[in-house]
């Protein structure tokens, strides 16, 4: 099966629970280990964040503060995070908390314009 969202393919779509705040971890590419690390954390000050850094050579790693919110939260519009097989590489995701460390992640993964190196 192949899907289009308006201009991007999706690469792959799921849903995953967290266990406590445990990390959350995606490998996107054998070959290169792209990889896509999601922690969790709480500050007393409660103000909700979400930040993206580079993780090693080949990665992303999304730190998500106060995510706490049982109706959820996440990205209206997907957001470009690199690229993967010459394309680039974007993702939409919604975190839901379950009993205040447990996490549902709804995630898709999006593939969009090809890249062109050099």
Same mark, same amino acid.
């Given at each position: 099966?192949? /899907?289009?969202?308006?201009?991007?393919?999706?690469?792959?779509?799921?849903?995953?629970?967290?266990?406590?705040?445990?990390? /959350?971890?995606?490998?996107?590419?054998?070959?290169?280990?792209? +990889?896509?690390?999601?922690?969790?954390?709480?500050?007393?000050?409660?103000?909700?964040?979400?930040?993206?850094? !580079?993780?090693?050579?080949?990665?992303?790693?999304?730190?998500?503060?106060?995510?706490?919110? $049982? !109706?959820?939260?996440? $990205?209206?519009?997907? /957001?470009?995070?690199?690229? /993967?097989?010459?394309?680039?590489?974007?993702?939409?995701?919604? +975190?839901?908390?379950?009993?205040?460390?447990?996490?549902? !992640?709804?995630?898709?993964?999006?593939?969009?314009?090809?890249?062109?190196?050099?």
């Amino acid at each position: 099966m192949k /899907i289009k969202v308006g201009q991007f393919d999706v690469l792959e779509t799921g849903s995953l629970v967290g266990i406590d705040n445990e990390p /959350i971890e995606f490998t996107l590419d054998e070959t290169s280990q792209y +990889i896509i690390r999601m922690v969790f954390t709480t500050t007393p000050d409660g103000q909700t964040a979400a930040r993206a850094d !580079l993780y090693g050579k080949n990665g992303v790693l999304f730190t998500f503060t106060n995510y706490n919110n $049982s !109706l959820g939260l996440g $990205s209206i519009i997907p /957001i470009r995070v690199g690229q /993967i097989k010459s394309r680039e590489l974007y993702l939409a995701y919604r +975190i839901y908390c379950l009993d205040g460390t447990a996490k549902h !992640l709804h995630y898709t993964w999006y593939l969009g314009k090809e890249v062109k190196n050099g």
